[in-house]
């Protein structure tokens, strides 16, 4: 199973802060958007947004990224703490 | 090795801070502190602001960046509150504290950790106005600063 979690302006614009998926033949953050386009097609252009990060375990990672089953992901917009 | 990081709804005491900064056995000639502020510089139309949170990932990356400024500067303590939640105009948001030797490393410490928070500690800010509700953009200024450290 990989959790799936979304954060700020992103959370909001897909309406839901987290989801899971069972891991299957999921190997990388690519395929994990595959899979989730499948389910909600209206997603893609937001997560395929250039500006849209990702966190494998809590630490910033590429799009390019492996994932195992298990895995925290994050997607979230640039950050703007502080 | 003194280093604080805390995340927290709640407000913090910048005076409570200072006097713990400086309970510290390591000498030191210099205590510089930093506070960020809720601030409304385009209409007055600001009435608060939400800031949302990946907390387990804002606490570790609070802490690498800490840690990071902390074996950069020869600093003796280094503490970072950030709050989160919905906070107010003129609400504190921030706090970095550094107590160095020298008041260089202090101020350098103190510039590093906020140019990196607010650049990779995962917090967003969504500024509540009289009229509207909108998420605040990076700003590339913000990522300028940071690429001088590098």
């Known amino acids: ?82 | 090795m003194g280093i604080h990081v805390v995340i927290q709804a709640a407000d913090f005491d910048v005076s409570h801070e200072y006097q713990t900064l400086g309970n510290s056995d390591e000498p030191y000639g210099a205590i510089v502190t930093f506070v960020g502020l809720v601030r409304d510089f385009s209409d007055q139309s600001l009435q608060a602001i939400e800031l949302e949170c990946y907390e387990s990932m804002a606490q570790k990356s609070l802490e690498s960046i800490a840690e990071t400024a902390y074996d950069r500067f020869d600093v003796s303590q280094l503490s970072v509150i950030h709050r989160t939640g919905r906070l107010l105009v003129s609400d504190q948001i921030v706090f970095v504290g550094v107590t160095a030797k020298h008041r260089r490393s202090a101020f350098d410490c103190a510039n590093f950790v906020m140019d990196f928070l607010k650049t990779e500690a995962p917090f967003w800010k969504k500024e509540i106005t009289t009229t509207d509700e909108h998420w605040v953009e990076m700003k590339e200024s913000d990522s300028a600063r940071r690429r001088i450290w590098e």
């Open chain 1, 1 to 82: 199973m990989i959790n799936i979690l979304f954060f700020g302006k992103l959370r909001e614009s897909l309406g839901v802060s987290s989801v899971t998926m069972e891991s299957g033949s999921i190997t990388s953050v690519q395929e994990l958007k595959l899979a989730l386009y499948t389910e909600h097609s209206q997603w893609q252009a937001l997560l395929d947004d250039p500006n849209t990060q990702v966190a494998i375990n809590q630490t910033l990672k590429s799009m390019e990224s492996h994932i195992n089953d298990g895995d925290e992901v994050a997607f979230f917009p640039p950050v703007t703490g502080g």
